[in-house]
């Protein structure tokens, strides 16, 4: 039984930092495409941030570029995500995700993720 476990949401000023990790239990991750999505208030799911275990290889959305960073552990299982600088238009439940195959420049299309996490949510004023 795969599981995804997020944690590190929380509630922050505009300007400040917040830490998300996720941790998968139930399966190893090999060459797997694993990351973040979210999702705010009437608007549709959009990919964040992404890293291919293993390789390393990462994908950003633009409107985090350059204010975040997404890491492995070295145990592989866990996937952090470090966002710096906050915006309020960065308010989102946030969703990690993972693929059972490697990532790519579609990485943004949900439908390619085959495990979601419950969510965690992020607010910033």
Not at 32 to 47: H, I, L, S, V
Not at 66 to 93: C, F, W
Not at 102 to 115: F, K, M
């Amino acid at each position: 039984h795969v599981q995804l476990v997020e944690s590190g949401g929380g509630s922050v000023q505009a300007g400040e930092s917040l830490g998300l990790s996720c941790t998968v239990s139930g399966y190893n991750l090999r060459n797997n495409c694993m990351g973040w999505f979210r999702q705010a208030p009437g608007k549709e799911r959009e990919g964040v941030a992404v890293i291919n275990i293993g390789g390393g290889t990462t994908y950003y959305a633009d409107s985090v570029a350059g204010r975040s960073t997404i890491s492995q552990a070295n145990a592989k299982n866990t996937v952090y995500l470090q966002m710096n600088n906050l915006k309020p238009e960065d308010t989102a439940m946030y969703y990690c995700a993972v693929d059972l195959g490697p990532c790519s420049t579609l990485w943004t299309a949900t439908r390619r993720y085959n495990y979601w996490g419950q969510g965690t949510q992020v607010t910033v004023s």
